[in-house]
DNA sequence: CGGTATCCCCGTCGATACTG
DNA sequence: CAGTATCGACGGGGATACCG
Protein backbone atom coordinates (compact mmCIF):
# COMPACT_ATOMS: atom_id res chain seq x y z
CA UNK A 1 0.00 0.00 0.00
CA UNK A 2 0.92 3.22 -0.74
CA UNK A 3 1.48 6.49 2.23
CA UNK A 4 -2.11 6.89 3.45
CA UNK A 5 -4.24 9.76 3.03
CA UNK A 6 -5.76 10.01 6.56
CA UNK A 7 -9.38 10.63 4.74
CA UNK A 8 -12.52 8.52 5.01
CA UNK A 9 -13.67 8.56 1.47
CA UNK A 10 -13.86 5.70 -0.41
CA UNK A 11 -11.64 7.48 -3.37
CA UNK A 12 -8.79 8.05 -0.76
CA UNK A 13 -8.89 4.59 0.46
CA UNK A 14 -9.24 2.85 -2.94
CA UNK A 15 -6.43 5.07 -4.06
CA UNK A 16 -4.12 4.51 -1.06
CA UNK A 17 -3.77 0.99 -3.37
CA UNK A 18 -4.16 1.54 -6.56
CA UNK A 19 -2.43 4.91 -7.22
CA UNK A 20 1.11 3.82 -7.19
CA UNK A 21 3.29 3.05 -9.87
CA UNK A 22 2.32 0.05 -11.69
CA UNK A 23 -0.32 -1.38 -9.98
CA UNK A 24 -3.27 -0.09 -12.01
CA UNK A 25 -1.18 -2.03 -15.16
CA UNK A 26 -0.79 -4.70 -13.28
CA UNK A 27 -4.77 -5.28 -12.41
CA UNK A 28 -5.13 -4.63 -16.37
CA UNK A 29 -3.06 -7.69 -17.36
CA UNK A 30 -4.82 -9.90 -14.72
CA UNK A 31 -8.14 -8.30 -16.25
CA UNK A 32 -6.88 -9.25 -19.52
CA UNK A 33 -6.82 -12.94 -18.26
CA UNK A 34 -2.81 -13.02 -17.65
CA UNK A 35 -2.32 -15.41 -14.77
CA UNK A 36 2.10 -16.51 -14.44
CA UNK A 37 4.45 -14.42 -13.37
CA UNK A 38 6.63 -14.36 -16.88
CA UNK A 39 3.32 -13.83 -19.06
CA UNK A 40 2.71 -10.82 -16.93
CA UNK A 41 6.34 -10.07 -17.33
CA UNK A 42 5.17 -9.66 -21.03
CA UNK A 43 2.76 -7.58 -21.10
CA UNK A 44 4.84 -5.10 -18.96
CA UNK A 45 8.48 -5.12 -20.19
CA UNK A 46 9.47 -2.34 -18.67
CA UNK A 47 8.98 -3.22 -15.28
CA UNK A 48 12.12 -5.21 -12.86
CA UNK A 49 10.68 -8.26 -11.68
CA UNK A 50 11.48 -7.22 -8.09
CA UNK A 51 8.69 -4.65 -8.25
CA UNK A 52 6.35 -6.90 -10.02
CA UNK A 53 6.80 -9.30 -7.07
CA UNK A 54 6.20 -7.30 -4.81
CA UNK A 55 2.98 -5.51 -6.38
CA UNK A 56 1.58 -9.20 -6.67
CA UNK A 57 2.16 -9.73 -2.91
CA UNK A 58 0.89 -5.72 -2.17
CA UNK A 59 -2.39 -6.89 -3.91
CA UNK A 60 -2.38 -10.54 -2.45
CA UNK A 61 -2.76 -8.90 1.27
CA UNK A 62 -5.35 -6.22 -0.42
CA UNK A 63 -7.38 -9.16 -0.76
CA UNK A 64 -7.37 -8.62 -4.74
CA UNK A 65 -5.43 -11.25 -5.93
CA UNK A 66 -5.14 -15.12 -5.03
CA UNK A 67 -1.88 -16.64 -5.45
CA UNK A 68 -1.70 -20.28 -5.98
CA UNK A 69 0.68 -22.92 -6.50
CA UNK A 70 0.19 -26.35 -7.77
CA UNK A 71 3.58 -27.77 -8.05
CA UNK A 72 5.40 -25.40 -9.66
CA UNK A 73 2.27 -24.14 -11.62
CA UNK A 74 2.44 -20.55 -9.89
CA UNK A 75 -1.25 -18.52 -10.80
CA UNK A 76 -2.23 -15.40 -9.70
CA UNK A 77 -6.25 -14.88 -10.29
CA UNK A 78 -8.03 -12.02 -9.50
CA UNK A 79 -10.61 -12.11 -6.21
CA UNK A 80 -14.21 -11.44 -6.34
CA UNK A 81 -12.82 -7.62 -5.34
CA UNK A 82 -10.21 -8.03 -7.65
CA UNK A 83 -12.24 -8.77 -10.73
CA UNK A 84 -14.71 -5.76 -9.60
CA UNK A 85 -11.42 -3.43 -10.70
CA UNK A 86 -12.27 -4.15 -14.38
CA UNK A 87 -14.99 -1.17 -14.29
CA UNK A 88 -12.64 0.78 -12.87
CA UNK A 89 -9.63 -0.41 -15.58
CA UNK A 90 -12.20 -0.20 -18.31
CA UNK A 91 -13.86 3.48 -17.12
CA UNK A 92 -9.77 4.61 -17.11
CA UNK A 93 -9.01 3.04 -20.49
CA UNK A 94 -12.10 4.70 -22.38
CA UNK A 95 -10.95 7.75 -20.75
CA UNK A 96 -8.02 7.19 -22.07
CA UNK A 97 -8.57 6.05 -25.67
CA UNK A 98 -11.19 9.91 -25.93
CA UNK A 99 -8.65 12.31 -24.54
CA UNK A 100 -5.37 10.98 -25.02
CA UNK A 101 -4.52 10.70 -28.83
CA UNK A 102 -1.48 11.01 -29.41
CA UNK A 103 1.12 8.52 -29.23
CA UNK A 104 4.97 9.02 -28.55
CA UNK A 105 7.34 7.21 -30.42
CA UNK A 106 7.98 6.06 -26.74
CA UNK A 107 5.27 4.28 -26.49
CA UNK A 108 5.52 2.66 -29.59
CA UNK A 109 6.83 -1.43 -28.57
CA UNK A 110 6.45 -4.27 -30.99
CA UNK A 111 7.26 -6.48 -28.07
CA UNK A 112 3.89 -5.02 -26.49
CA UNK A 113 1.83 -4.72 -29.65
CA UNK A 114 2.24 -8.60 -30.35
CA UNK A 115 1.86 -9.84 -27.70
CA UNK A 116 -1.20 -8.13 -26.96
CA UNK A 117 -2.24 -8.94 -30.46
CA UNK A 118 -1.56 -12.66 -29.57
CA UNK A 119 -4.34 -12.20 -27.02
CA UNK A 120 -7.21 -10.89 -29.07
CA UNK A 121 -6.67 -13.80 -31.82
CA UNK A 122 -10.11 -14.85 -32.81
CA UNK A 123 -9.88 -17.93 -33.24
CA UNK A 124 -13.42 -18.92 -34.84
CA UNK A 125 -12.13 -16.78 -37.77
CA UNK A 126 -8.89 -18.61 -38.21
CA UNK A 127 -8.86 -21.37 -40.31
CA UNK A 128 -8.48 -25.12 -39.50
CA UNK A 129 -5.58 -26.07 -38.65
CA UNK A 130 -2.56 -24.49 -38.19
CA UNK A 131 -2.16 -20.39 -39.01
CA UNK A 132 1.53 -18.61 -39.60
CA UNK A 133 1.10 -15.41 -39.65
CA UNK A 134 4.66 -12.96 -39.74
CA UNK A 135 5.00 -9.49 -39.12
CA UNK A 136 6.92 -6.95 -39.93
CA UNK A 137 8.42 -3.86 -38.36
CA UNK A 138 10.82 -2.07 -40.63
CA UNK A 139 11.08 0.67 -38.88
CA UNK A 140 11.65 -1.10 -35.70
CA UNK A 141 15.00 -1.72 -33.76
CA UNK A 142 17.30 -4.46 -34.48
CA UNK A 143 16.01 -7.69 -33.55
CA UNK A 144 12.36 -6.59 -32.86
CA UNK A 145 11.66 -6.14 -36.61
CA UNK A 146 10.31 -9.70 -37.28
CA UNK A 147 7.58 -11.88 -35.22
CA UNK A 148 5.47 -14.66 -36.36
CA UNK A 149 2.89 -15.45 -34.33
CA UNK A 150 1.81 -19.70 -34.76
CA UNK A 151 -2.04 -20.04 -34.51
CA UNK A 152 -3.93 -23.28 -33.73
CA UNK A 153 -7.46 -23.83 -32.31
CA UNK A 154 -5.79 -24.77 -28.81
CA UNK A 155 -3.20 -21.95 -28.84
CA UNK A 156 -1.19 -19.12 -29.81
CA UNK A 157 2.35 -18.60 -29.74
CA UNK A 158 4.45 -16.01 -30.20
CA UNK A 159 8.15 -16.06 -31.67
CA UNK A 160 10.58 -13.65 -32.31
CA UNK A 161 12.36 -16.42 -34.18
CA UNK A 162 11.70 -17.96 -37.14
CA UNK A 163 9.78 -20.90 -35.89
CA UNK A 164 10.05 -22.85 -39.76
CA UNK A 165 6.69 -23.04 -40.87
CA UNK A 166 5.62 -21.77 -44.24
CA UNK A 167 4.21 -18.83 -43.59
CA UNK A 168 0.31 -18.17 -44.35
CA UNK A 169 -0.29 -13.89 -44.34
CA UNK A 170 2.85 -11.95 -44.05
CA UNK A 171 2.19 -8.17 -42.57
CA UNK A 172 4.50 -5.21 -42.89
CA UNK A 173 4.34 -2.08 -41.34
CA UNK A 174 5.21 0.86 -39.38
CA UNK A 175 5.05 0.45 -35.89
CA UNK A 176 2.82 3.67 -35.43
CA UNK A 177 0.53 2.27 -37.87
CA UNK A 178 -0.57 -1.14 -36.60
CA UNK A 179 -0.34 0.30 -33.40
CA UNK A 180 -3.39 2.63 -34.44
CA UNK A 181 -4.72 0.20 -36.03
CA UNK A 182 -4.73 -2.05 -33.20
CA UNK A 183 -6.14 0.84 -30.60
CA UNK A 184 -8.80 1.72 -32.74
CA UNK A 185 -7.30 5.22 -33.85
CA UNK A 186 -7.04 4.18 -37.73
CA UNK A 187 -9.07 1.64 -39.81
CA UNK A 188 -7.64 -1.58 -41.34
CA UNK A 189 -9.02 -0.41 -44.93
CA UNK A 190 -7.65 2.99 -44.20
CA UNK A 191 -4.11 2.09 -43.41
CA UNK A 192 -3.75 -0.41 -46.18
CA UNK A 193 -4.96 2.02 -48.43
CA UNK A 194 -2.34 4.61 -47.34
CA UNK A 195 0.19 1.99 -47.78
CA UNK A 196 1.33 2.26 -44.94
CA UNK A 197 0.12 -1.33 -43.96
CA UNK A 198 1.00 -3.90 -46.52
CA UNK A 199 -0.31 -7.59 -46.77
CA UNK A 200 1.25 -10.72 -48.62
CA UNK A 201 -0.28 -13.65 -48.89
CA UNK A 202 -3.19 -15.48 -50.96
CA UNK A 203 -5.93 -13.33 -51.88
CA UNK A 204 -8.78 -15.03 -49.76
CA UNK A 205 -6.79 -14.75 -46.53
CA UNK A 206 -5.30 -10.98 -46.92
CA UNK A 207 -9.27 -10.32 -47.07
CA UNK A 208 -9.65 -12.72 -44.47
CA UNK A 209 -6.73 -11.75 -41.88
CA UNK A 210 -8.30 -8.56 -40.26
CA UNK A 211 -10.85 -11.10 -38.85
CA UNK A 212 -8.67 -12.64 -37.26
CA UNK A 213 -7.64 -10.28 -34.47
CA UNK A 214 -10.85 -8.36 -32.30
CA UNK A 215 -8.02 -5.72 -31.29
CA UNK A 216 -7.60 -3.70 -28.49
CA UNK A 217 -11.17 -3.53 -26.08
CA UNK A 218 -10.96 -0.45 -26.44
CA UNK A 219 -10.78 0.08 -30.41
CA UNK A 220 -14.73 0.48 -30.14
CA UNK A 221 -15.25 3.50 -27.81
CA UNK A 222 -16.10 5.96 -29.64
CA UNK A 223 -14.18 9.62 -29.99
CA UNK A 224 -14.98 12.78 -28.79
CA UNK A 225 -16.73 14.56 -31.91
CA UNK A 226 -14.48 16.94 -33.26
CA UNK A 227 -14.80 20.63 -32.32
CA UNK B 1 3.00 14.30 -15.42
CA UNK B 2 4.25 11.31 -14.00
CA UNK B 3 6.98 8.97 -15.36
CA UNK B 4 6.10 7.66 -19.10
CA UNK B 5 5.17 3.81 -18.59
CA UNK B 6 6.44 3.67 -22.29
CA UNK B 7 2.97 1.41 -23.69
CA UNK B 8 0.37 2.33 -26.22
CA UNK B 9 -2.14 1.10 -24.29
CA UNK B 10 -4.74 3.92 -23.15
CA UNK B 11 -5.17 2.31 -19.59
CA UNK B 12 -1.14 3.56 -18.99
CA UNK B 13 -1.22 6.40 -20.95
CA UNK B 14 -4.31 7.66 -18.97
CA UNK B 15 -2.41 6.64 -15.30
CA UNK B 16 0.59 8.50 -15.99
CA UNK B 17 -1.32 11.73 -15.55
CA UNK B 18 -4.17 9.76 -12.47
CA UNK B 19 -1.32 7.90 -10.78
CA UNK B 20 0.35 10.36 -8.79
CA UNK B 21 -0.22 10.78 -5.49
CA UNK B 22 -3.35 13.23 -4.99
CA UNK B 23 -4.23 13.32 -8.27
CA UNK B 24 -7.53 11.79 -8.11
CA UNK B 25 -8.27 13.54 -4.93
CA UNK B 26 -8.07 16.83 -6.85
CA UNK B 27 -9.90 15.75 -9.30
CA UNK B 28 -12.58 14.27 -7.12
CA UNK B 29 -12.83 17.48 -5.41
CA UNK B 30 -13.68 19.11 -8.50
CA UNK B 31 -15.98 16.77 -9.08
CA UNK B 32 -17.77 17.46 -6.13
CA UNK B 33 -17.98 20.69 -6.97
CA UNK B 34 -15.05 22.65 -5.38
CA UNK B 35 -13.87 25.84 -7.73
CA UNK B 36 -11.70 27.87 -5.78
CA UNK B 37 -8.13 27.01 -4.21
CA UNK B 38 -8.92 27.21 -0.50
CA UNK B 39 -12.20 25.57 -1.13
CA UNK B 40 -9.93 22.62 -2.66
CA UNK B 41 -7.52 22.97 0.61
CA UNK B 42 -10.70 22.42 3.02
CA UNK B 43 -11.15 18.82 1.06
CA UNK B 44 -7.78 18.15 0.91
CA UNK B 45 -6.44 19.64 4.39
CA UNK B 46 -3.31 17.42 4.33
CA UNK B 47 -2.22 18.11 0.70
CA UNK B 48 0.56 21.14 0.55
CA UNK B 49 -0.14 24.50 -1.15
CA UNK B 50 2.76 24.10 -3.32
CA UNK B 51 1.53 20.16 -4.11
CA UNK B 52 -2.16 21.70 -5.03
CA UNK B 53 -1.05 24.35 -7.38
CA UNK B 54 1.23 21.98 -9.35
CA UNK B 55 -1.62 19.32 -9.36
CA UNK B 56 -3.90 22.15 -10.51
CA UNK B 57 -1.02 23.60 -13.48
CA UNK B 58 -0.98 19.75 -14.41
CA UNK B 59 -4.37 19.49 -14.55
CA UNK B 60 -4.50 22.34 -16.89
CA UNK B 61 -1.79 21.23 -19.23
CA UNK B 62 -3.72 18.29 -19.51
CA UNK B 63 -6.63 20.11 -20.77
CA UNK B 64 -8.26 18.47 -17.42
CA UNK B 65 -8.71 21.51 -15.95
CA UNK B 66 -9.47 25.22 -16.84
CA UNK B 67 -8.44 27.85 -14.50
CA UNK B 68 -10.48 31.20 -15.26
CA UNK B 69 -9.31 34.66 -13.21
CA UNK B 70 -11.76 37.33 -13.21
CA UNK B 71 -10.29 39.98 -11.54
CA UNK B 72 -9.46 38.51 -8.25
CA UNK B 73 -12.10 35.66 -8.41
CA UNK B 74 -10.07 32.91 -9.48
CA UNK B 75 -11.50 29.30 -10.59
CA UNK B 76 -10.78 25.59 -11.55
CA UNK B 77 -13.22 24.11 -13.64
CA UNK B 78 -13.47 20.94 -15.64
CA UNK B 79 -13.33 20.90 -18.58
CA UNK B 80 -15.22 18.47 -20.71
CA UNK B 81 -12.74 15.97 -20.60
CA UNK B 82 -12.26 16.19 -16.76
CA UNK B 83 -15.86 16.13 -16.17
CA UNK B 84 -15.53 12.58 -18.15
CA UNK B 85 -13.50 11.47 -15.30
CA UNK B 86 -16.14 11.45 -13.35
CA UNK B 87 -17.05 8.25 -14.21
CA UNK B 88 -13.93 7.05 -13.22
CA UNK B 89 -14.19 8.87 -9.72
CA UNK B 90 -17.25 6.65 -9.10
CA UNK B 91 -15.75 3.39 -10.15
CA UNK B 92 -12.80 3.73 -7.74
CA UNK B 93 -15.03 4.92 -5.42
CA UNK B 94 -17.96 2.52 -5.32
CA UNK B 95 -15.31 -0.48 -5.79
CA UNK B 96 -13.77 1.29 -2.09
CA UNK B 97 -16.86 1.42 -0.81
CA UNK B 98 -17.59 -2.22 -1.32
CA UNK B 99 -14.30 -3.30 -0.77
CA UNK B 100 -12.65 -1.06 1.80
CA UNK B 101 -15.10 -1.23 4.65
CA UNK B 102 -12.60 -0.87 7.89
CA UNK B 103 -11.49 2.48 8.77
CA UNK B 104 -8.48 3.52 10.76
CA UNK B 105 -8.31 6.40 13.42
CA UNK B 106 -6.29 8.21 11.18
CA UNK B 107 -8.59 8.62 8.53
CA UNK B 108 -11.17 9.88 11.02
CA UNK B 109 -11.12 13.84 10.19
CA UNK B 110 -13.63 16.33 12.04
CA UNK B 111 -12.71 18.87 9.82
CA UNK B 112 -13.23 16.65 6.04
CA UNK B 113 -16.39 15.16 7.77
CA UNK B 114 -17.93 18.40 8.33
CA UNK B 115 -17.17 19.98 4.76
CA UNK B 116 -18.33 16.92 3.28
CA UNK B 117 -21.54 17.43 5.25
CA UNK B 118 -21.96 21.02 4.42
CA UNK B 119 -21.74 20.44 0.73
CA UNK B 120 -24.25 17.54 0.93
CA UNK B 121 -26.80 19.65 2.81
CA UNK B 122 -30.60 18.71 0.95
CA UNK B 123 -31.85 22.98 1.40
CA UNK B 124 -35.27 21.88 -0.45
CA UNK B 125 -35.20 19.67 2.67
CA UNK B 126 -34.32 22.77 5.74
CA UNK B 127 -36.78 24.88 6.97
CA UNK B 128 -37.36 28.13 5.77
CA UNK B 129 -35.16 31.02 7.17
CA UNK B 130 -31.77 30.50 8.83
CA UNK B 131 -31.29 26.92 10.35
CA UNK B 132 -28.27 26.03 12.79
CA UNK B 133 -26.59 22.88 13.32
CA UNK B 134 -24.38 22.16 16.09
CA UNK B 135 -21.83 19.19 15.71
CA UNK B 136 -20.21 17.72 18.43
CA UNK B 137 -17.51 15.24 18.79
CA UNK B 138 -16.78 15.01 21.83
CA UNK B 139 -13.76 12.51 21.10
CA UNK B 140 -11.98 14.80 18.53
CA UNK B 141 -8.44 16.78 19.44
CA UNK B 142 -9.31 19.71 21.09
CA UNK B 143 -10.17 22.69 18.98
CA UNK B 144 -11.69 20.52 16.34
CA UNK B 145 -14.66 19.60 18.65
CA UNK B 146 -17.13 22.20 18.10
CA UNK B 147 -18.77 22.74 14.69
CA UNK B 148 -21.45 24.74 13.58
CA UNK B 149 -23.25 24.84 10.31
CA UNK B 150 -25.48 28.04 9.21
CA UNK B 151 -27.51 26.86 6.87
CA UNK B 152 -29.83 29.50 4.53
CA UNK B 153 -31.47 28.83 1.47
CA UNK B 154 -28.29 30.45 -0.41
CA UNK B 155 -25.75 28.96 1.00
CA UNK B 156 -24.09 26.44 4.00
CA UNK B 157 -21.42 28.35 6.12
CA UNK B 158 -19.16 25.78 8.57
CA UNK B 159 -18.03 27.38 11.54
CA UNK B 160 -15.13 26.29 13.82
CA UNK B 161 -16.16 29.06 16.66
CA UNK B 162 -19.57 29.75 17.96
CA UNK B 163 -21.38 32.04 15.13
CA UNK B 164 -23.56 33.36 17.83
CA UNK B 165 -27.08 32.29 16.40
CA UNK B 166 -29.39 30.31 18.09
CA UNK B 167 -28.80 26.41 17.77
CA UNK B 168 -31.95 24.58 16.22
CA UNK B 169 -30.68 21.00 16.27
CA UNK B 170 -27.71 19.83 17.94
CA UNK B 171 -25.92 16.60 17.15
CA UNK B 172 -23.43 14.86 19.47
CA UNK B 173 -21.71 11.70 18.04
CA UNK B 174 -18.25 10.44 18.26
CA UNK B 175 -16.04 10.89 14.99
CA UNK B 176 -16.49 7.50 14.23
CA UNK B 177 -20.43 6.62 14.44
CA UNK B 178 -20.69 10.25 12.08
CA UNK B 179 -18.21 9.03 9.84
CA UNK B 180 -19.95 5.77 9.48
CA UNK B 181 -22.80 7.23 8.76
CA UNK B 182 -22.16 9.69 6.46
CA UNK B 183 -20.41 7.09 4.62
CA UNK B 184 -23.81 4.82 5.05
CA UNK B 185 -21.96 2.05 6.86
CA UNK B 186 -24.03 2.68 9.10
CA UNK B 187 -27.74 3.59 9.45
CA UNK B 188 -29.03 7.13 11.29
CA UNK B 189 -31.71 5.23 13.25
CA UNK B 190 -29.23 2.57 14.27
CA UNK B 191 -26.97 4.91 15.50
CA UNK B 192 -29.46 7.27 17.63
CA UNK B 193 -30.71 3.77 18.84
CA UNK B 194 -27.61 2.64 20.01
CA UNK B 195 -26.64 5.62 21.74
CA UNK B 196 -23.42 6.73 20.04
CA UNK B 197 -25.21 9.51 18.09
CA UNK B 198 -27.49 11.98 20.10
CA UNK B 199 -29.95 14.97 18.47
CA UNK B 200 -30.91 17.39 20.45
CA UNK B 201 -33.71 19.78 19.80
CA UNK B 202 -37.52 20.21 19.24
CA UNK B 203 -39.31 16.64 18.23
CA UNK B 204 -39.95 17.82 14.73
CA UNK B 205 -36.86 18.90 14.34
CA UNK B 206 -35.13 15.75 15.50
CA UNK B 207 -37.45 13.63 12.91
CA UNK B 208 -35.93 15.80 10.39
CA UNK B 209 -32.92 16.02 10.39
CA UNK B 210 -31.19 12.58 9.01
CA UNK B 211 -33.58 14.46 5.92
CA UNK B 212 -31.15 17.53 5.75
CA UNK B 213 -27.89 15.69 4.62
CA UNK B 214 -27.92 13.59 1.04
CA UNK B 215 -24.80 11.55 2.82
CA UNK B 216 -21.93 10.75 0.68
CA UNK B 217 -22.61 10.21 -2.68
CA UNK B 218 -21.55 6.58 -2.30
CA UNK B 219 -23.91 5.80 0.53
CA UNK B 220 -26.21 4.13 -1.05
CA UNK B 221 -23.67 1.22 -3.00
CA UNK B 222 -24.62 -2.06 -2.55
CA UNK B 223 -22.32 -3.49 -0.08
CA UNK B 224 -20.92 -7.10 -1.22
CA UNK B 225 -22.94 -9.91 0.37
CA UNK B 226 -21.91 -11.78 3.50
CA UNK B 227 -20.04 -15.11 2.99
C1' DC C 1 -7.86 34.95 -1.05
C1' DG C 2 -4.43 32.57 -3.89
C1' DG C 3 -0.75 31.18 -4.19
C1' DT C 4 5.43 30.83 -4.17
C1' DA C 5 9.87 29.79 -2.24
C1' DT C 6 12.87 26.75 -0.10
C1' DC C 7 14.88 22.86 1.79
C1' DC C 8 15.84 18.44 2.93
C1' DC C 9 14.74 13.73 3.66
C1' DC C 10 13.27 9.43 2.80
C1' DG C 11 11.39 5.98 0.02
C1' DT C 12 10.56 4.33 -4.55
C1' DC C 13 11.95 2.89 -8.31
C1' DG C 14 15.24 1.31 -11.87
C1' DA C 15 19.08 -1.56 -13.12
C1' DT C 16 21.48 -5.58 -12.85
C1' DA C 17 22.80 -9.84 -11.26
C1' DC C 18 21.76 -14.02 -9.50
C1' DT C 19 19.17 -18.47 -7.53
C1' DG C 20 16.15 -22.76 -6.74
C1' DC D 1 9.55 -20.82 -14.78
C1' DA D 2 9.35 -17.86 -10.77
C1' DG D 3 11.13 -15.20 -8.50
C1' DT D 4 15.26 -12.67 -4.72
C1' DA D 5 19.23 -9.77 -3.65
C1' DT D 6 21.49 -5.65 -3.71
C1' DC D 7 22.40 -0.91 -4.34
C1' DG D 8 22.44 3.70 -5.64
C1' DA D 9 20.22 7.93 -7.46
C1' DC D 10 16.87 10.91 -7.87
C1' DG D 11 13.10 13.37 -7.21
C1' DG D 12 8.56 13.57 -5.21
C1' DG D 13 6.50 15.30 -1.66
C1' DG D 14 6.12 16.97 3.30
C1' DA D 15 6.84 20.95 6.20
C1' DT D 16 7.16 25.62 6.87
C1' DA D 17 7.57 30.23 5.90
C1' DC D 18 6.42 33.88 3.29
C1' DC D 19 4.35 37.23 -0.45
C1' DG D 20 1.08 40.07 -3.49
Redesign the pocket.
Given at each position: M??PYHQFCPVSKAMELLD???TMLVVRELVMGSE????LRRGLP??????L?RR??QLERAGIVE?TADG?????RLTEAGEELRPVVEAVGAWGTRWIGELGDVDLDPKLLVWDMHRSVDVAAIPEGRTVVQLQFPDAPRGQRDWWLVITADETDVCDVDPGFDVNVSISSSLHTLTSVWRGDLEWGAAVKSGSLQVDGPAPLRRAVPEWFTLSVFAGVPRPAIR
Open positions: GAERWRFNDRMSPTLSLQRGDVRY
